[in-house]
């Protein structure tokens, strides 16, 4: 027997394609806007310097500038189980990144999931980043 809300639901079911960009608050745009410049190669997606849009031509974040006279309330780092968002990588760009993070002394977690392998660190910021490769083996 069929349950008419289940459907009714289904047909009003609306989907969404894709993310368009993940916002964060930070310190300071300029810092932010070179590190993830120098981290993952993300360029101004416009052209004033004060915009807070970097990315490439499949990822957006928007770094949003702390306002003034605000607190920054850095995010609660969890390790690997923490609010957190996630690149996908192939092999060989997941294995650069972690000889980068080493290159540069940062601190990082690797695991080993059930169909794919990640590591976490965090930006300026505090914000938890995973890069992660469906690639095993």
């Known amino acids: 027997m069929s349950n008419r809300s289940d459907s009714a639901a289904e047909s009003s079911r609306i989907n969404i394609g894709r993310i368009d ?16 410049g120098e981290m993952f190669g993300f360029e101004s997606l416009e052209s004033s310097p004060n ?5 490439n031509a499949g990822v957006k974040l928007a770094l949003l500038q702390i306002a003034e006279g605000s607190t920054f309330a850095p ?5 690997a ?3 957190h968002f996630a690149f996908g990588a192939d092999r060989s760009t997941f294995d650069s990144y972690r ?4 290159d540069l002394n940062m601190r990082y ?9 990640s ?11 995973e890069v992660t490769t469906y690639e095993t083996g």
């Open 109 to 117: 977690e690797e695991l080993t999931h059930s169909d794919s392998e």
């Open 99 to 102: 000889a980068r993070l080493d």
């Open 51 to 55: 915009s807070p849009y970097v990315g």
């Open 75 to 79: 995010p609660v780092s969890q390790g």
């Open 81 to 83: 189980r923490a609010c």
């Open 21 to 36: 960009h993940v916002a964060l608050v930070v310190r300071d745009l300029q810092t932010s806007k070179k590190w993830y």
């Open 119 to 129: 590591i976490y660190f965090s930006d300026p910021d505090g914000y938890m980043i």
